[in-house]
C-alpha cells in the first residue's frame, strides 16, 4: 500500500501554516523534496494532496507561515517548525502525523508567590517569537508543584523556550511584577510534558 499522508498542523499564537515542504529520505539520503499551499487551520489534518508515502521511504516535513514561492520551489515566511524524520507507516490511508508526533505540553514551576507565569518561545531559531502570559490554576498543581499549561500552548521541534514567572495577573494586561526566571531550554519530544524550572 502507499497511502496519503496527513499531518496535523501546528497551532502557534499569531501565525497560521500556510506552506509547508515534504522531503523524501532514500536510504539516509535525500531523495527531492515538495512543496504545497496549505488550506487548513490550525490544529486541523491537511492531506498532501495526491502525494503518497513509499514503504522503507522516510520523511520530514517543515512548516511556514506565508505562502509557497510562484513556482512552488519553496516557501515565503518564517520557518516555524518541523517533524522529525519518519519512516512512512503504510499500515493505514492516510498515514496521519499528529501534533503530538513533533511537539508536546510543556509544564511549570509555580514557586510562592508567584501567581502567573510568561512563556516566550523562539521558533526555528527565526525571529518569530511568541509569548503566553498565563494565570497559574493552584487548584491543578501536580503533586510536585508543577502546571500543565493549557492547550494550544505546545512546545515544538526546533523551538527553544524561556519563562518568566510574575507575582501578579492583570487580565488583559497579562503577567507584572517578576519574581523569577528560567534557564532557555530547547524542545525535547522525549520528555512529556517538557518540564521548565527547578
Keep these: 500500500m502507499t497511502p ?3 499531518v496535523q498542523l501546528p497551532d502557534i499564537k499569531g501565525a ?10 532514500i536510504d ?19 492531506i498532501l494532496g495526491n502525494y503518497l508515502a513509499t ?9 511556514y507561515s506565508n505562502v509557497p514561492f510562484d513556482n512552488y520551489t519553496w516557501c515565503w515566511g518564517y520557518h516555524l517548525t518541523h517533524t522529525p524524520i519518519y519512516r512512512a507507516n503504510i499500515t493505514s490511508n492516510p498515514w496521519q502525523i499528529s501534533l503530538s508526533d513533533y511537539s508536546v505540553r510543556i509544564k511549570v514551576k509555580a514557586p510562592n508567590p508567584s501567581t502567573c507565569v510568561s512563556l516566550i518561545s ?22 510536585a508543584g508543577y502546571y500543565l499549561l493549557p492547550d494550544p500552548i505546545r512546545a515544538y521541534a526546533g523551538t527553544i523556550h ?32 517538557m518540564i521548565i524550572g527547578n
Excluded at 497560521?16 to 529520505?25: A, D, S, W
Excluded at 522516510?58 to 512548516?63: Q, T, V
Design 4 to 6: 496519503n499522508i496527513a
Design 16 to 25: 497560521k501554516v500556510q506552506c509547508l515542504i515534504i522531503y523524501r529520505i
Design 28 to 46: 539516509g539520503q535525500d531523495s527531492g523534496y515538495n512543496v504545497f499551499l496549505v488550506d487548513k487551520g490550525p490544529s486541523e489534518f491537511f
Design 55 to 63: 514503504e522503507y521511504h522516510e520523511y520530514k516535513i517543515d512548516f
Design 122 to 143: 523562539i521558533y526555528e531559531y527565526s525571529p518569530y517569537v511568541t509569548r503566553y502570559d498565563v494565570p497559574i490554576d493552584f487548584s491543578k498543581l501536580d503533586p
Design 162 to 193: 524561556h519563562s518568566v514567572v510574575f507575582k501578579d495577573s492583570n487580565g488583559d494586561s497579562g503577567c507584572q511584577n517578576p519574581v523569577g526566571t528560567t534557564e532557555t531550554l530547547v524542545t525535547d519530544l522525549e520528555d512529556d510534558p
